[in-house]
């Protein structure tokens, strides 16, 4: 039953910004990590950042600095808010319960002028 359904994605400006959501389902969400993923067009999936159940994150290196995740455990969701966006960034956004190996269907983020 575990279930992740993304949203927020969609055209955007290089240096403008995007909120991802991620409304999670089926698990005790304020047990458990959470990871925002992502695939560009003929890459590997990379992970993007992550959060504990505690609150620590972790970002990738090349987001570091522009993207913060965080969650709202009273909502079931985390959310990936991305700023000073740039082309590189286009890809599907996935988030992952990765106690349960999970994803969601993804949401395009396209970076373009």
């Known amino acids: 039953q575990v279930q992740l359904v993304e949203s927020g994605g969609g055209l955007v400006q290089p240096g403008g910004s995007l909120r991802l959501s991620c409304v999670a389902s089926?698990?005790?969400?304020?047990?458990?990590?959470m990871n925002w993923y992502r695939q560009g067009p003929g890459k590997e999936r990379e992970l993007v950042a992550g959060i504990t159940s505690a609150g620590t994150t972790k970002y990738a290196d090349s987001v570091q600095g522009r993207f913060t995740i965080s969650r709202d455990n009273g909502k079931n969701t985390v959310y990936l808010q991305m700023n000073s966006l740039k082309p590189e960034d286009t890809a599907v956004y996935y988030c992952?319960?990765?106690?349960?190996?999970?994803w969601g269907q993804g949401t395009q983020v396209t970076v373009s002028s």
């Open positions: 089926g698990f005790t969400f304020r047990r458990n990590a």
């Open positions: 992952q319960a990765p106690n349960f190996r999970s």
